[in-house]
């Protein structure tokens, strides 16, 4: 169901913050400092990817990128801890 005055999903509906909430909060294991701390991770990232996009002309993919490499990273070392606690 589709609310709103043009009743159809616009391109650029979502700015993404979905993503990245769910990101901080996977990444915090349910403890609020890590929340905090995630939240401004990402956040800041964001604000900075705007930024580096108009003063150097890099992209915000970039931070797109270097996000899915911490949750890459953080997911490994968690399965790595898992399985060393195993043995």
Same mark, same amino acid.
């Given at each position: 169901?589709?609310?709103?005055?043009?009743?159809?999903?616009?391109?650029?509906?979502?700015?993404?913050?979905?993503?990245?909430? =769910? *990101? !901080?909060?996977?990444?915090?294991?349910?403890? #609020?400092?890590?929340?905090? @701390? %995630?939240?401004?991770?990402?956040?800041?990232?964001?604000?900075?990817?705007?930024?580096?996009?108009?003063?150097?002309?890099?992209?915000?993919? =970039? *931070? !797109?990128?270097?996000?899915?490499?911490?949750? #890459?990273?953080?997911?490994? @070392? %968690?399965?790595?801890?898992?399985?060393?606690?195993?043995?």
């Amino acid at each position: 169901m589709l609310l709103g005055e043009q009743y159809t999903l616009k391109d650029g509906f979502s700015s993404g913050y979905g993503f990245d909430g =769910l *990101v !901080a909060g996977l990444l915090s294991r349910g403890s #609020i400092p890590g929340v905090i @701390a %995630a939240s401004l991770l990402f956040g800041f990232m964001r604000s900075g990817g705007i930024n580096m996009e108009m003063v150097a002309a890099v992209p915000t993919a =970039l *931070v !797109a990128v270097i996000q899915g490499l911490i949750v #890459i990273t953080l997911a490994g @070392a %968690a399965l790595f801890i898992e399985k060393w606690e195993g043995q």
